[in-house]
Structure formats: structure tokens, C-alpha cells
């Protein structure tokens, strides 16, 4: 009997929002809902960084519901218009509202010194940085006296770090394409080096190929390029001290000949009185006296330029050069200071001679240290890192991870002593933002500038503190640690990687993160959409935080200026569709995803038809242009595209 019912005109019914994974992908409603569940805990967004007023920042955060704020002090010179008051003020709404405080430092300040008075490296731009980011850790201290308030702090300000591009299967994933090297004695950011051709007239089998490729894809292949750099430059300062050594050496032939030699044994001591005498009694010599005594001036003067070319030669030698090269450095400087002393004996001439041959020592021995050694493997010349041309040039990022550790150890050493009076619980957080599209976007070079800031806060603690090592540890993976921009992270698209990279990078770095940044791009440009709207894998990055990390403990903020900007409305609502988050704190429907659709105006995806003004419905069927202006016609509508509310 039942088989005698048809069913086929049914209506079967469409999508619901009822469906969990309403304004998702996965049901074709449009919608931003990321596909991850998060509740709405420690889930807020920052104060605009174009406004010193960030306690209206606040209450406006606030009467949206967030339950956690950013406070954004901006550029250098904002941060200074915002009244200590201000802080005392936040920390009593914060107090009163359970809203979890965070504090964003100064975005162009760079941790490791550059950007100094001429855009260079200056170890006294490195200090007053640090001071500037210690008034901001009081800052934070200020706002919640009793826990550890994050403090966000960029791990780079400089915008030339190494770029990458992704490798071939089988190869290393980061490849360098652009490398910047900075010169240590000037701060300078000095050359770029990049992949190349090199066309060599010696050997013509590599000519017809095209050339000789120089690549920057492996470790080996940098160093090679960065000692080619520092050769090339040492090899300049070598023959520099050469030619000055030849011009002094050209004019004193004449102090070696034996007539020279005895007018000197005459000059020795010589004073005027004896001068007027020889004068009188024999004015041949007097002449001749008087002629070396001119020619003994120039050749001093080649001397002193000679002598000042080496010692600054030495000079970046020793400052520059292996701890092997120091060694013998100062080897080389104890024959010398003998030698110093041997020729300020004997008379003029004669301390001229010996004072060349001091130089010539110095030159010949100090050519002999600064020389490349290796020994030949496999048909290649594996040279030993300790010996060549001073590391005058290095990656910028070298250098800098160098001071910017030092910046960041210190003040997390400060926030301990100083801020948690030695109780690590109550010290602000040093939580550095990777900055893939300035510095360090190779995530293994980023862990290592948190590893290294954490190692000296380490050192700091054992050496001022008299703390164990295990417990120092503990206390500098409290108190430092990282801020996970999202959005900078997808930026490494623009280069040719893929959500694949974006993801790895997050499993490597989850277990450093202490706060996080969630925005929206596509990659190309930091454009500050909010969550869902770009083609950032915000599901897989979150899962990834939420096992490795602590996701679900820690303040996550949204930064969405750039849509703030262009739509004139805020991203929370949004974010909480996104985040598909629970009305009502617990994981369990209905869900933000589901009801965005729901509101006035059928929700920011929705069409623009749900606007329609009731008046004009008997209009739609006479042109278009009798229908609304939401849907490209010439009769204003009364509801807002962006807010449902009245037009004025």
C-alpha cells in the first residue's frame, strides 16, 4: 500500500539556518563563518592607533561586547599625548566590566636601534628605544597592577629583511631571493645581494651555459655571497694601505743611502747653536742638512698617513674578526708596540727606516691573518669560517636579531625586578609580532630571535638573581614569548607559498604564542579585513594554536581598520560569525553564524533586496529605474546598506 505514494512533489525544503554551518562554504549561503568554533572569551578588538583618546576607544570596545581590549598607543609621538590618567581609567572600566586589557607598544620603534638619526644602526637610538618600551610596560603595569597584561611589541620596524620564495620539492622550502647586509662599522644598510649571473672571460664552457648562476638558495650559497662581499671590501682596504705603503717607500731610497745615514748620525740631537755652527764652518753640509730635513718631512707624512691606514685596518680587523683572529692580532700587536719603542731610538733617519719596516711587518702580518684558509673536499674548497676578510657585512637580520635580544631581555628582566617586584605573575608580557612582510619571515628565524631573547633574560636572571636554571627558564617562557599576526603571516602568499607554509609556520611557533592577532587579506597587502573576508586559513591556524598552544587562555584580537575604514561599521558582529561563536558561553547552538543572517538588513552578505522600502514594492514592475538605490535604481531606500538604520 505504501508503494501507491508519490512523494516527488514534496517541497524538499532549503537551507536553514538552523544548520551549524549556516554562511559557511560548506552550505553556499554567503557568509564569513571560518568553519572553527571559538566562544566569545578574552575575544575583543584595539582602539584606532590614529586616536590619542583611547579611553572612548574603550567604552566604545566595551558597549559591543567585547571581553577583551587592545590599547593601541600608535606612533612615538601619540603615545605621548595619552594622559597617565587615562590608564587609571581604562583599568577601572576593565575592572568593572571583566574586559581582559592588552596594550599595543609604539609601531615605529625598532627594538634593535635602527632608524636612528641618519635611518642607521645607533646603540644610543637602542637605549632610548628601550626606555620608550619600559614606559610602556608601567603602562601596562597601570592597567591590571595583579596579573600579566601583554604587552605587544614588533619584533622588526625596518622593512628590509630577507625575502623568500618558496622551493621546489626535495629542496629547502625558504629560499632566499634578496638579501640585505648592513655595514657593522657605518649602521648602514650597505649593499643587496639577490640571485645573479656571473659571466667569467676564464672559463668559456660556463659562458656559453649562460653564465654561472649565483644562488642564495642554501645556507652555504649566503655565506659564500656575504665573504665575496667582505673580500671584496677588505681587499679594497688592503691595497689601499699598499699604495700609501709604496708612495712612502718612493721617496725613501734617499734615507737609505750612506750619505744620508751620516747626515743623520749629525742630526741627532742636533740644536740651532750647533746648526749656525756647521752653517759657518761648512755651508755644504748645513745644505744638505737642511735638504733631507725637508725631505724627511714629506716622508713623515706619507708615514702618518700609512700608520693611521693600518691602525684603522687593525682596527676592524679585531673588531670584526674571529676570536682565532684576535688571537693572533694580539700577537702581532705586542711585536709591534716593541718595535714602537725601538724606533724612537737612534737618530731621525734612522727612526724613519725603522718605523717603515714596523709598518711593513704590520702589513705583511696582518694580510697573513685576514687570508682565507680552507682545504680542498671533493674537488671544493671548503673554507674555514674563522679566517678570511673581516664579517664587516653581514644580514641584516643577523644583526639585528643581535641588538633587538638585547632590547627585549633587558626589558623583560626590567618588568620582573622592576614591575612584578620578583613575582612573575604580576609582570607585564614582552609578546613580540612577527613581522613576515619587514623581518624574520622565515619562521625558524623568528623562533630563534624568541629563543635568544629568552637565553640572555636567562643569563640575566642566573647572574643578578642568583636564580636555578630551571626556574629562570620558566620565568622568561612566562614573560616572553610571541604575538601571532595572522594577517602578516598570509602575507607570505604574495612570494608564491601557500596555506600549507601559513599553517606549518603557525605548528612551529604555537607553542611560543602568548596573544594573537586575527585579521583578513589575500595575501598581498596587510589590509585588515575582518575574519572570513580574505583567503587567510583562519580554521587551520586556530586548530593548530588550540593543540599546540593555548588558544582558548589567551586575548584574541581582532584588527580590522582597513574595514572599519571602507564600510563605516564594526567587524564584531562579524568576527563572531566568523568564529561561528555561542550566543550564551558554552559550545552549544545557536550560533553567531547562524543568527548574522537573521538581523535587520539580513545581515552583511545578504542581498541588498531585503532592503527594499515597503512603498516601492508596487514600483518594481515598471523599469528599472523606478527601483531602489541599494539595487542600482533612482528611488532612495530608507534602510542603510552597512546598518539597517534610517537615511537622513
Known amino acids: 500500500m505504501a508503494d501507491d505514494y508519490s512523494y516527488e512533489s514534496f517541497y524538499g525544503g532549503g537551507i536553514s539556518s538552523f544548520e551549524p554551518e549556516y554562511g559557511s562554504a560548506k552550505n553556499g549561503v554567503p557568509g564569513n563563518f571560518t568553519g572553527y568554533r571559538l566562544n566569545a572569551y578574552r575575544l575583543g578588538f584595539p582602539g584606532s592607533v590614529q586616536t590619542a ?155 656559453e651555459k649562460g653564465g654561472a648562476k649565483l644562488s642564495l638558495k642554501t645556507e652555504e650559497d649566503i655565506q659564500k655571497r ?142 697573513k691573518i685576514t687570508s682565507a684558509r680552507g682545504e680542498r673536499k671533493d674537488g671544493k674548497v671548503i673554507y674555514d669560517n674563522d679566517w678570511g676578510a673581516p664579517k664587516q657585512f653581514v644580514p641584516v637580520e643577523e644583526f639585528t636579531k643581535d641588538k633587538a635580544t638585547d632590547t627585549f631581555s633587558k626589558l623583560a628582566f626590567r618588568s620582573f625586578d622592576e614591575l612584578g617586584k620578583g613575582d612573575a605573575s604580576k609582570a607585564p608580557v614582552i609578546a613580540i609580532e612577527n613581522m613576515n612582510q619587514m623581518g624574520y619571515a622565515k619562521p625558524e628565524d623568528f623562533k630563534k630571535v624568541i629563543d635568544k631573547s629568552r637565553d640572555k633574560f636567562v643569563d640575566m636572571l642566573i647572574d643578578k638573581k642568583g636564580m636555578e636554571e630551571k626556574e629562570a627558564r620558566e620565568v622568561a617562557e612566562k614573560l616572553i614569548g610571541v604575538t601571532w599576526d595572522v594577517g602578516h603571516l598570509n602575507i607570505l602568499k604574495k612570494e608564491g607559498f601557500t596555506d600549507k607554509d601559513v599553517i606549518e609556520a603557525t605548528e612551529k611557533i604555537a607553542p611560543y604564542v602568548k596573544h594573537v592577532h586575527l585579521t583578513d587579506n589575500f595575501g598581498y597587502s596587510d589590509s585588515h579585513l575582518a575574519p572570513g573576508m580574505g583567503n587567510v586559513p583562519l580554521k587551520e591556524i586556530l586548530k593548530n594554536l588550540e593543540e599546540k598552544g593555548k588558544l582558548n587562555e589567551i586575548s584574541k584580537i581582532v584588527e580590522a581598520p582597513g574595514f572599519v575604514q571602507h564600510f563605516k561599521r564594526s567587524p564584531h558582529g562579524l568576527t563572531l560569525a566568523a568564529l561561528g561563536s555561542p550566543l550564551y558561553g558554552p559550545k552549544m547552538a545557536p550560533y553567531w553564524n547562524q543568527v548574522a543572517a537573521m538581523g535587520n538588513g539580513g545581515g552583511y552578505f545578504g542581498s541588498p533586496l531585503a532592503m527594499m522600502p515597503e512603498k516601492h514594492f508596487s514600483l518594481y514592475g515598471s523599469g528599472f529605474s523606478s527601483l531602489p538605490t541599494e539595487v542600482g535604481g533612482q528611488i532612495p531606500g530608507t534602510g542603510s546598506r552597512f546598518s539597517g538604520t534610517p537615511n537622513a
Do not use: C
Request: aromatic share 6%.
Open 226 to 367: 656575504v665573504f665575496s662581499v667582505n673580500e671584496t671590501q677588505w681587499d679594497k682596504t688592503m691595497n689601499t694601505l699598499n699604495v700609501y705603503k709604496k708612495e712612502a717607500d718612493e721617496i725613501m731610497g734617499i734615507l737609505r743611502q750612506p750619505e744620508a745615514q751620516e747626515l743623520g748620525k749629525i742630526m741627532d740631537g742636533l740644536t740651532q747653536d750647533r746648526l749656525k755652527k756647521i752653517n759657518e764652518e761648512d755651508p755644504e753640509t748645513a745644505q744638505r742638512i737642511g735638504e733631507l730635513s725637508i725631505q724627511q718631512g714629506r716622508i713623515g707624512s706619507f708615514l702618518d698617513n700609512n700608520r693611521l691606514a693600518f691602525v684603522n685596518a687593525f682596527d676592524n680587523a679585531y673588531k670584526y674578526g674571529s676570536e682565532k683572529q684576535k688571537e693572533e692580532l694580539r700577537n702581532l700587536s705586542e711585536d709591534l708596540t716593541e718595535m714602537e719603542k725601538e724606533s724612537r731610538n737612534g737618530d731621525p733617519v734612522a727612526q724613519q727606516i725603522i718605523f717603515s719596516s714596523m709598518l711593513d711587518k704590520g702589513i705583511a702580518e696582518l694580510h
Open 53 to 207: 583618546n583611547q579611553i572612548t576607544e574603550a567604552v566604545n570596545a566595551i558597549k559591543q561586547g567585547v571581553t577583551a581590549f587592545e590599547v593601541s598607543l600608535g606612533d612615538a609621538n601619540t603615545a605621548e599625548q595619552i594622559p597617565k590618567q587615562h590608564f587609571d581609567e581604562i583599568r577601572a572600566l576593565m575592572k568593572i566590566t571583566g574586559v581582559t586589557p592588552s596594550v599595543h607598544a609604539q609601531f615605529n620603534i625598532d627594538p634593535a636601534g635602527l632608524g636612528g638619526e641618519r635611518g642607521t644602526y645607533d646603540e644610543v637610538t637602542r637605549q632610548e628605544n628601550e626606555r620608550r618600551f619600559f614606559e610602556t610596560l608601567q603602562k601596562a603595569k597601570m592597567l591590571n597592577p595583579d596579573g600579566n597584561t601583554p604587552v605587544v611589541f614588533h619584533s622588526t620596524g625596518i622593512g628590509t629583511g630577507t625575502e623568500y620564495g618558496p622551493g621546489k620539492e626535495g629542496e629547502e622550502r625558504f629560499q632566499a631571493k634578496k638579501l640585505a647586509l648592513i655595514d657593522k662599522e657605518s649602521g648602514q644598510i650597505a649593499t643587496v645581494i639577490k640571485e645573479d649571473q656571473q659571466y667569467n672571460p676564464f672559463d668559456l664552457k660556463e659562458l
